[in-house]
């Protein structure tokens, strides 16, 4: 079941408590614009990293890539990105509202499978069923206008043709670029994939759910390359691991499912596709992740465009013993996720709030110590041992995220750290100058534990990793 607070609640509290800002707040913002506080910005670091031990570190066949942005706009003609990269655009003929038609089929046919459907067929359906504007109520729309995605902007100082660029709107293609680079220089035999992260840029025509669809976001895809025939089985395999490092990041697991796309629905290159989804409160299930079969469609399409070979050959011994080479273009299994959407879903299925004994309550976000902001605080009982709480806070901060406060009373600077989910607390009392021990107060149990400080450092760090 989604969460039964309210989507609303949820985002408030995420940007008064500093994980996310309107972007360009002071001077009217800019629509659909958001950043990361202190809050987000480590949030957002810890879930990349841990997209990359998963991806990288820990897999036998992978390896990182940091591809840059910019990229020659003849790869986004090869791939089809600027002549299809396309949304079916309408607008509201009496109040001037814009919409993406396949939005607006869902929002009053959610059980069409509009996803399967031509723009032509989307615009058929609009015209032939009471689909009406959610602005105005009225129905008087224009017929469906594709609209590009992709931002463009130019290089260099002269404006003209010849100097368009794009925005890349998928980190997806810096990997197929440099597929041969990697095979090369790391002498990388199949199957094994290459993974790269950072900002992707498209200009949707209805950003909006707070973080979830915005123009500028980050992706972590990874292309997998394996040889033609064996390309299911590691879509199986990629899935499943998918799914298991979502699960890793701690969200309910009842508000996760996969969705296998119809063959409709499939793009014409691609032999099986499933998003993993999410039940966001009011917004329903939406997409964090997409996996993809995408078969040897993007190197041909390179292959072609770039006139360079980018096959892969392997050396085998035939029936009568002699060495032969065959060379082919592999097939890519495709993982990509959207790291603003699973940061979305781990502090969406964190937040809660808790009645607690003597009419108390608490608002606490339950993310995964590993994964947490700030792993600990450090609070001096009183003002007069902030000295000694510094010195702890130093110590812990060579190891931890750590971070203190000094005002109000214990219980309410638990609270707070509550409400940005650090999961620990250590106090500083005046016992702790004749023991050398603190309190450490653990955040979902609220038990507390006396650690002397030379141990705390592993008590933490078992805890963190447990
Ligand atoms: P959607 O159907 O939601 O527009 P998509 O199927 O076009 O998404 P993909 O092209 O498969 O998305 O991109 C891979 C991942 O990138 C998505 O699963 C999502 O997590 C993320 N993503 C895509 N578009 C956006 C966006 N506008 N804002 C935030 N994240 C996005």
Redesign the pocket.
Known sequence: MASKFSFDEITNHLTLTGFVFPGSQIYGGLSNTWDYGPLGAELKRNIRDAWWKKFVQESPTNVGLDAAILMNPKVWEATGHVSTFNDPMVDCRACKSRYRADELIKKEFPNVDVDAMSFQEMDDFIANHDVKCPTCGQKNFTTIRKFNMMFKTHIGVTEDDSSVVYLRP?TAQGVFMNFKNVARACRKKLPFGICNTGK?F?N?IT?GNF?????E?D?CEMEFFCQPGTDLEWFEHWKKACLDFVESLGPKAENLRFRDHEKAELAFYSKATT?VEYDFPNLGW?????VADRTDYDLRRHQEYSHQDLTYSETYIDQNGKTQVKSYLPYVIEP???L??LMLMVMVDAYDKEELEGGDSRVVMHIKPALAPYKVAVLPLQKKLVEQSDELLAKLSKEFMATTDVTGSIGKRYRRQDEIGTPYCVTVDFDTLTDHSVTVRDRDTMKQDRVAIDSLVDYLKAKIAA
């Not at 973080?211 to 123009?215: A, D, G």
């Not at 939406?286 to 997409?290: S, W």
């Open positions: 998928e992707s498209r949707e950003p973080t979830f669809r915005t123009r976001f992706q998003d939406g997409e964090i992740l997409g990509s996720m959207g603003d959407r």
